[in-house]
């Protein structure tokens, strides 16, 4: 069994900074993938940011938040991070943690999900 805990989730002016946390309990399996995906009220949730759990720890960004956002992980205590720079309001959303649990793309086939942290930037 796997729970997802996120945590980091504020509310910051326009231009500001926030970090992201999600802490992972039970088995996650390296070699796919953990996410950072957001859903603002009316929206489709969407993929913010993606990482590859194992080897080099290649990342992929969506468009809108690419060199601003930074997913990062931290193996020895099992946590997954989301940098997040130069905010805007419109990365005001619910922030949710993913994990895969077998292949899939990067902003697809997701099996476990965090209950999400709020983030308002205004």
């Known amino acids: 069994h796997v729970q997802l805990v996120e945590s980091g989730g504020d509310s910051v002016q326009a231009g500001g900074s926030l970090r992201l946390s999600c802490a992972a309990y039970g088995n996650i399996y390296s070699g796919y993938c953990m996410a950072w995906f957001?859903?603002?009220?009316?929206?489709?949730?969407?993929?913010?940011?993606?990482?590859?759990?194992?080897?080099?720890?290649?990342?992929?960004?969506a468009a809108s938040v690419r060199g601003r956002f930074a997913i990062a992980q931290n193996v020895a205590n099992n946590?997954?991070?989301?940098?997040?720079?130069?905010?805007?309001?419109e990365?005001?959303?619910?922030?949710?943690?993913?994990?895969?649990?077998?292949?899939?793309?990067?902003?697809?086939?997701?099996n476990y999900w965090g209950q999400g942290t709020q983030v308002t930037v205004s």
């Open 38 to 61: 957001r859903q603002a009220p009316g929206k489709e949730r969407e993929g913010a940011a993606a990482i590859y759990t194992a080897g080099a720890g290649s990342t992929h960004y």
């Open 79 to 89: 946590t997954l991070h989301l940098q997040m720079n130069s905010l805007k309001p």
């Open 91 to 110: 990365d005001s959303a619910m922030y949710y943690c993913a994990a895969q649990d077998g292949p899939g793309a990067w902003f697809n086939e997701y």
